[in-house]
């Protein structure tokens, strides 16, 4: 690997970062911003969705940008806007306007990984695009390890507020290291971008989710709720018919007739739901239900974190030298267990029996399948689609966890007590078993190239 793909993998892995920082990061502060600003699990749940819906309505539109006017420009916009975004959070006054400035960054943080790792894709074939993911998923795992720390700290000794301008440095080193990068930006200038298209997508997902986050205060019957629903599911379905036609869709359909895409796509679909069901669970039930501060909360998911780091560049390696469906079946079953640990939990608790055994079996399955997941289904398309194809994986993850975040209410039963942590764990796991299935029947690993021998 030359100094130039090292500096791109560098690039790449500090803008997905300060994305992946902020997720790790409001998980430990929402019982804080809760207390603060006041509003309960819905308040909770808007903070994590409002980012999730424009990041992931936008994610898409954000590829066909970045194929059409370079990744480089797209990722500048993308590190600009995340840092204005999150000094407004940092300040908002009240829910209305915390909300308001998660949807902004979410915006902008759609910017922000589709670029990233199209550039990677783009410089990069082969077992070397294999190595480089890997060693971009363990650096942005490092956002799992600080973000949740730090966040604790900030809670538990300043203020959450603080929590999210820690943005602002990653941001800085990123767009200095990005004037040091000699790769040459090719924008496509014939290149039409589909603008309605996009606001379909946004109002669909938006108007879907109001109504199952809303539903449990309000009720089915309740127009304020299934007229909502029902807009936003009919407007979904038109933005899908409109990708048929448009002559440059944002999510260009045709892609899923490649079976590693799609059968990757099913999986990431299932895993990302399970993992944001899991990171939010457990990120706010240690501290509500369970009593620890948010800096112990925070540190109680290090193990997964460290393994993840420690393993997946190596996964991703084996992965490009055997093929992904071994990884990507075993990995999410072995998450299953580890989420199934988590039954252990009960009234008298303790983390080192309870918790702990949990976290190592879910971060070997994550490490497992992280990169070769990756790898499968950017591997599975030419470089000139690697912007929208990452931009496509990256949404089908953000809208798993925007919708199970949702439906939090109906998946622990209205509350996130024992039972109910017990209930949203048992989803996990077998929305994890279900990722592992779709592996084994979708994916196919790529022919290996036999070198040619001298007669």
């Not at 803008?15 to 997720?23: C, E, Q, R, Y």
């Not at 538990?156 to 507020?161: F, I, N, P």
């Not at 298209?197 to 127009?223: D, H, K, Y």
């Amino acid at each position: 690997m030359t100094s130039q793909q090292r500096l791109v993998v560098a690039i790449a892995a500090l803008a997905s970062f300060v994305a992946f920082l902020d997720g790790t990061i409001v998980n430990v502060a929402l019982p804080a911003i809760s207390r603060e600003l006041g509003g309960g699990l819905v308040t909770q749940q808007w903070v994590v969705d409002a980012y999730l819906i424009t990041l992931s309505a936008l994610i898409l539109l954000a590829g066909s940008l970045s194929d059409a006017y370079g990744r480089i420009l797209i990722m500048r916009i993308g590190l600009i806007g995340f840092g204005v975004a999150s000094i407004g959070i940092a300040i908002a006054p009240n829910p209305e306007i915390l909300i308001v400035g998660r949807a902004l960054q979410g915006a902008a943080g759609a910017f922000l990984v589709p670029s990233s790792l199209a550039l990677i894709t783009s410089t990069m074939r082969g077992a070397l695009q294999a190595r480089a993911i890997g060693m971009w998923t363990a650096l942005t795992t490092g956002a799992m390890v600080v973000g949740p720390v730090i966040g604790g700290l900030f809670v538990d000794y300043l203020s959450w507020r603080f929590a999210f301008l820690i943005n602002v440095l990653p941001i800085a080193i990123t767009l200095w290291l990005l004037t040091r990068l000699q790769h040459p930006d090719r924008p496509d200038a014939g290149a039409r971008i589909d603008w309605l298209g996009a606001i379909l997508c946004t109002l669909g997902l938006g108007l879907a989710v109001f109504a199952l986050i809303e539903q449990p205060n309000l009720g089915w019957g309740s127009p304020a709720i299934w007229m909502p629903l029902a807009g936003g599911i009919l407007l979904f379905l038109l933005f899908l018919l409109r990708q048929r036609t448009v002559a440059s869709p944002i999510l260009p359909l045709e892609l899923f007739r490649v079976r590693n895409f799609s059968s990757g796509n099913i999986t990431t679909l299932f895993v990302y739901a399970a993992l944001s069901l899991n990171g939010f669970v457990v990120a706010v039930y240690l501290q509500q239900g369970a009593g620890l501060s948010a800096t112990l909360a925070g540190l109680a998911s290090l193990p997964i974190t460290i393994m993840t780091i420690v393993l997946s560049s190596r996964m991703g390696a084996l992965a490009g030298k055997y093929g992904p469906r071994l990884f990507m079946t075993v990995g999410p079953i072995i998450m299953a267990i580890g989420a199934l640990l988590l039954l252990t939990v009960g009234e008298d608790f303790d983390y080192w029996w309870q918790v702990l055994p949990s976290m190592l079996v879910f971060g070997l399955g994550l490490a497992v399948t992280v990169s070769p997941l990756t790898a499968a289904i950017l591997g599975s398309v030419e470089t000139e689609h690697s912007g929208i194809a990452s931009a496509v994986n990256n949404a089908v993850a953000r809208v798993a966890g925007l919708l199970i975040i949702a439906m939090l209410a109906l998946v622990t039963g209205g509350a996130l007590d024992l039972a109910g942590f017990h209930q949203a764990n048992i989803v996990a796991a077998v929305l994890l078993a279900i990722g592992g299935v779709v592996s084994f029947v979708g994916i196919r690993n790529p022919r290996r190239e036999v070198a040619p021998t001298d007669s």
